[in-house]
């Protein structure tokens, strides 16, 4: 990240804000992600995102800053009757710079109503799912700062 034309070697404290980045590279992620078996199919859709992103820039290094809380349903698909049910809801509080390099945020899964078939996908999701997602979201951080570089 190169500073403004004013911000001579980049020296100055200066911020870009990426929010609006962050929260379409979140939904694009999760969005994307499946959980498959031979009898489900688990996704997720309905996002509701709210945080901030930011890159600045002092002294000619770029720093990152992010924090989000992350809001989503998760549905499943019967493979063999292809039905589509709605499973729950997934919140990811405090998806922030240090809980994504420590690796230490948690996700909190719940079911809507206590079925067999809604009890198997909540329990993939809880084993499987938990760690697909935080996998598909751990390249933010760098994602963020290359986004900035491609500015």
């Not at 859709?45 to 989503?72: H, L």
Request: charged share 35%; aromatic share 14%; glycine share 6%.
């Amino acid at each position: 990240m190169a500073g403004s034309v004013w911000n001579r070697n980049s020296w100055h404290w200066e911020e870009k804000n990426y929010s609006k980045w962050g929260e379409s590279y979140i939904k694009y992620k999760l969005n994307n992600l499946k959980l498959e078996t031979e009898q489900l199919s688990i996704y997720f859709d309905k996002f509701d995102i709210t945080g901030n992103a930011s890159v600045s820039v002092r002294k000619g290094k770029q720093i990152n800053s992010f924090e989000y809380d992350i809001k989503f349903s998760w549905f499943y698909l019967k493979t063999t009757e292809n039905k589509e049910c709605s499973g729950g809801n997934v919140e990811i509080l405090d998806f922030s710079i240090c809980s994504v390099e420590d690796n230490d945020y948690e996700i909190n899964v719940q079911m809507n109503e206590d079925k067999e078939e809604s009890r198997k996908a909540y329990d993939i999701l809880r084993k499987e799912g938990k760690e697909k997602i935080k996998n598909a979201l751990k390249g933010f951080p760098s994602d963020l700062l290359k986004h900035d570089t491609d500015e």
